[in-house]
């Protein structure tokens, strides 16, 4: 019996999706603690906070229409040069 030992693979994380995770993180975080200094009296630049979210999240929320462009484009040139998309273990192509 011969036992095959294969190398682990590694999840390669691209960069539009650590950018996307991290400005919603930044976005909740942020807008999180706003609501607790303002619930506690803390909150003495309001004005400043609010500008801040608003353009958190407003840097989010053209960050996600980016992503969603972009695997758009991917998924439209994959289909119409014949590019083989990723496929989970085990699925064969189905040519029409």
């Known amino acids: 019996m011969k036992i095959v030992l294969e190398p682990k693979k590694t999840k390669k994380r691209e960069f539009s999706k650590i950018w996307l995770a991290s400005?919603?993180?930044?976005?909740?975080?942020?807008?999180?603690?706003?609501?607790?200094?303002a619930a506690f009296d803390k909150n003495p630049v309001s004005e400043l906070a609010t500008a801040v979210i608003d353009s958190l999240w407003g840097t989010s929320?053209?960050?996600?229409?980016?992503?969603?462009?972009?695997?758009?484009?991917?998924?439209?040139?994959?289909?119409?040069?014949?590019?083989?998309?990723?496929?989970?273990?085990?699925?064969?192509?189905?040519?029409?």
């Open 23 to 37: 400005c919603i993180t930044l976005s909740v975080i942020v807008t999180a603690a706003s609501y607790i200094l």
């Open 61 to 96: 929320g053209v960050s996600f229409i980016g992503y969603a462009l972009q695997n758009s484009v991917r998924a439209y040139t994959a289909s119409k040069f014949g590019i083989p998309g990723k496929q989970k273990e085990g699925e064969e192509n189905a040519d029409l």
